[in-house]
């Protein structure tokens, strides 16, 4: 089975600048997370999505931050224009939605690792 | 607000070593309770999860955690460490509807 995946791995890029990346999540799952993961700390969310629907984006800077997942499979997260605190790793997750409710086990691809100069 | 706090930010161990590594978290209702690992390269992976039943729960290649509803605490435990088990390591909790929390994460290095 094939797992999250993720594009680009890396990515570097001036201030100001915009990037974005792409998450496909394993086949079947309807939720989908992103995460930003900085240096040294865990991963804290900025999305949640349940199918098409953006079902927790309270943590997204939305002045410069956007997603959205088409057709509730693939999802992209966009910033615009990129700050240099934005440099982190990027993660996204997937689940399935098991007989109780969520699983509650989110599978991660390898993550994006963004780099802002 | 919910937190999960990890007391051991960086730990080296020589290999069979004992390990512990603690996790406390804030919220006070019903939780799911996680630890995910992620070795040198590669994508965070569940190492093991307690949803309800024996507290006592294990995981992957040896290792066990330990539930204490009292002291809010969920302790990821492995008797003898192999050079392998190098890796971060991250508690993370989640309530029913809630989202999942992460732990600032644990770095484990192991001493061949």
């Known amino acids: 089975e094939a797992g999250v995946v993720q594009s680009p791995r890396y990515k570097i890029i001036e201030k100001k600048q915009p990037v974005a990346f792409w998450c496909n999540p394993i086949?079947?799952?309807?939720?989908l997370y992103w995460y930003r993961q900085n240096l040294g700390q865990g991963p804290e969310l900025l999305i949640r999505?349940?199918?098409?629907?953006?079902?927790?984006d309270s943590q997204l800077p939305k002045d410069r931050f956007s997603a959205e997942r088409l057709k509730g499979v693939d999802s992209t997260l966009k910033i615009q224009p990129a700050e240099l605190g934005d440099s982190a790793v990027y993660l996204c997750?997937?689940?399935?939605?098991?007989?109780?409710?969520?699983?509650?086990?989110?599978?991660f691809g390898e993550g994006s690792r963004l780099t802002v100069l | 607000a919910q937190s999960v706090s990890q007391h051991n930010h960086h730990v080296i161990l020589s290999e069979a070593a004992s390990l512990e590594l603690g996790c406390n978290y804030s919220?006070?209702?019903?939780?799911?309770l996680f630890w995910y690992v992620q070795y040198p390269g590669q994508h965070l992976q569940l190492l093991l999860k307690?949803?309800?039943?024996?507290?006592l729960v294990k995981g992957i290649k040896g290792f066990e955690a330990e539930f204490i509803k009292s002291k809010f605490s969920f302790n990821l435990r492995k008797p003898s460490v192999q050079w392998s088990d190098t890796a971060e390591y991250f508690c993370?909790?989640?309530?029913?509807?809630?989202?999942?929390?992460f732990g600032q994460g644990t770095t484990l290095q192991v001493k061949p």
């Open positions: 993370a909790v989640r309530r029913i509807t809630g989202k999942l929390i």
């Open positions: 919220y006070g209702g019903t939780v799911n």
């Open positions: 086949s079947g799952h309807n939720t």
């Open positions: 307690y949803f309800s039943g024996d507290p």
């Open positions: 999505y349940e199918n098409e629907e953006a079902v927790d």
């Open positions: 997750a997937s689940s399935s939605r098991g007989e109780r409710g969520h699983t509650g086990e989110l599978f």
